[in-house]
C-alpha cells in the first residue's frame, strides 16, 4: 500500500509505551522523520484526566474529553504505528517488549516488538492498600470505565431509593454518595457530586430531597495537601455550606457490599471503629505502580523504590539501558500530576530529536567504540555533552511548576498560581479561579473538536441540566 509508509532498516526503532499525558507530549514534539515510530496502548485514545469527575455526575460527556490517539499520528508522514495492547514485559539484554491483545473474538495474542529506544510512559493504577471489599463494592475513578460505573450506580441507587415501602434508613442509604479520599480526585467528585443534587436530582426527585447526602472521608487530619492553607481552609467552608460532610482523621478500614467499616481518630488519639452505609462509594486513595512497572522493579537491583521506576536526569531508567520512563510509573521528586508528565513527554521528545540528529565527528566517536558496537543512549548523551562542554547538548530535566488548580462544586474553584516574573504564588478562589479553570482547561484539551464538545456540554448543562437516563 503506497499510502503506509514502511518502517526504515537505516533508523533506530523508538516504542512508546502508552497513550496517556506522557506519551502523547512526546508524540507532539518528535521529529518522527527520525525514528520509526511504534506506539503501544491497550486504549486507543488519550484521555483528558482533568474533567474525568465532570463526566461521572453528567455534566461533561464522556466522548468530549477522549481523542483518538490516531489523531496525532495522522499527519505524520514516517513509519508512526499503533498498536492497541498490552505491554506486559520488557526483556533488556534482547531488546524486545512483549505484548498482548485480545482478538476481536475473544483471543490473547502474545507477540514480541524489537527496539532500539524504549519509553514506558504507562500512568499508574488505582492504589486500594489491600482494604477488604474495595474493590468488589467501590468503584475507582482514575479510566472512563470507572466513570461510567460511577453514573450507573449512581441512577440505580436513586431509581432504588424512591421504591414503595422502603424504610426511611433504607431510603436515606441508597442517596448516600461516600467518596474516600481527600486529595484532588475526592474532593472535585464530592464537588460534582454536590451540584447534580442541587441542580437536578433534587427537582427530579422531590421525594428525596432531604435525604440526600454526601460525605467525604480523608485519613489526614487536612484534605488538599497539596494546597495552601488559605485555599483548604475555604474548601472546607464552602464544602460546609453546601452539606458535604468533610470527615478528617478518619481511615477506611473495610467495605461491604453496603457499609464500610471507618477507623476514627479522635483528638486524644484514641481510635474507634464506625459502620456508615452507604449507596454508592467512590474510593479515590491514590495510585500504584502498574504489574509491568513492579516487574521491572522486581527484576532490577538499582530499582530499589517500590513506588515507580527510578530514572536519571535524562529520565532513562536505572539498571537498564536506552529505557526511558515518565509521569505517573517514576518515583521522582515531583508530584504524579499530568503537569509533571506533559512536561517530562516535550523534554523527552526533544532528547530524542537531538539524539536521532547528533552528527559526531566519526573518528571522535571510533576512538570510543569498537567496530560494529552500538553506543547506548547515557553514552550518546556524555559524549556529545563532552564534545560541546560549553553548549551543553543535553540539559538534565527541569521541573516548571505552574501551579494547582482544582474544581470544588458550585461553580468555585481553587488555584494555587506561580507568577515567575514576579517571583510569587497567587491564591485565588470562588467563581474568579471557577472561569479561570474553565479557560486554562479549555485551552489544555486537545483539539478544536474537544474544545467544542466541552464548551456545548457545559451549555447544554446550565440550560437543560444533567440527563437522569440510567444508560
Ligand atoms: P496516563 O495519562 O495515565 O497514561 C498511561 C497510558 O498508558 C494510558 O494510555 C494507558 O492505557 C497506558 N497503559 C497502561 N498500561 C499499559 C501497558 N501495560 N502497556 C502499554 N500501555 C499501557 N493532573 C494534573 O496535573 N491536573 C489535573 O487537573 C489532574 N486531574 C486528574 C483527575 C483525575 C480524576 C485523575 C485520576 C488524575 C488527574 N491528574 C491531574 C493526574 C494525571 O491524570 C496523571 O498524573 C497523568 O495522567 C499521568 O500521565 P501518564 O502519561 O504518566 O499516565
Ligand atoms: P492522592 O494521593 O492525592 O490522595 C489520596 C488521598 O486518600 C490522600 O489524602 C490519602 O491520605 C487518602 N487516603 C488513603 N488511604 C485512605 C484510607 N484508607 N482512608 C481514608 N483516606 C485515605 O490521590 P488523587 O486525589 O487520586 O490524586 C492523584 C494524583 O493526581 C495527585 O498527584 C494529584 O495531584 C493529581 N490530581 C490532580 C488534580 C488537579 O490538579 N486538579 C486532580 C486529580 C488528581
Known sequence: DEKQPLPDPTKKTLVILGAGWGATSILRTIDSSLYNVVVVSPRNYFLFTSLLPSTATGSVHSRSIVQ??????????????????????????????????QTSDGQELVEKINYDYLVCSVGAETQTFGIPGIEEHGCFLKEMWDSQKIRTRIMKCLEQAQFKDLDPETRRRYVHFVVVGGGPTGMEFAGEMADFIKDDLKSWFPELANDFSVTLIEALPSVLPMFSSKLREYTKSLFARTNINIRTNTALKEVTADSIIVEVKDPE????????????????????????????????????????????????????????ALGDCTSTAYAPTAQVA?????????????????????????????????????????????????????????????????YIGHEKAIADLNVPFLDKQIHASGYLAFFFWRSAYLSELYSLRNRTNVMLDWIRTSLFGRDISSI
Open 269 to 324: 488519639g484514641n481510635k474507634v471503629e464506625e459502620s456508615i452505609p452507604f449507596g454508592l462509594l467512590v474510593w479515590a486513595g491514590g495510585n500504584r505502580p502498574r504489574p509491568l512497572i513492579n516487574k521491572i522493579i522486581h527484576s532490577l537491583e538499582e530499582q530499589t523504590n517500590r513506588r515507580g521506576l527510578i530514572v536519571d536526569d535524562y529520565m532513562q531508567v536505572k539498571g537498564m539501558q536506552d529505557v526511558f
Open 342 to 406: 506533559s512536561q517530562q513527554g516535550a523534554f523527552l521528545g526533544q532528547l530524542f530529536n537531538k539524539l536521532g540528529s547528533l552528527d559526531f565527528e566519526k573518528p571522535r566517536v571510533d576512538r570510543y567504540i569498537a567496530v560494529g558496537e552500538e553506543l547506548d543512549s547515557a553514552a550518546l548523551i556524555s559524549l556529545a555533552n563532552e564534545k560541546h562542554a560549553s553548549t551543553k547538548v543535553f540539559r538534565p530535566f527541569k521541573y516548571s511548576h505552574q501551579g494547582s488548580l482544582a
Open 68 to 101: 483518538p490517539i490516531r489523531y496525532l499520528l495522522r499527519h505524520k508522514s514516517h513509519f508512526v504505528k499503533f498498536y492497541e495492547a498490552e505491554c506486559t514485559d520488557v526483556d533488556k539484554d534482547g531488546k524486545t517488549v512483549e505484548i498482548r491483545r
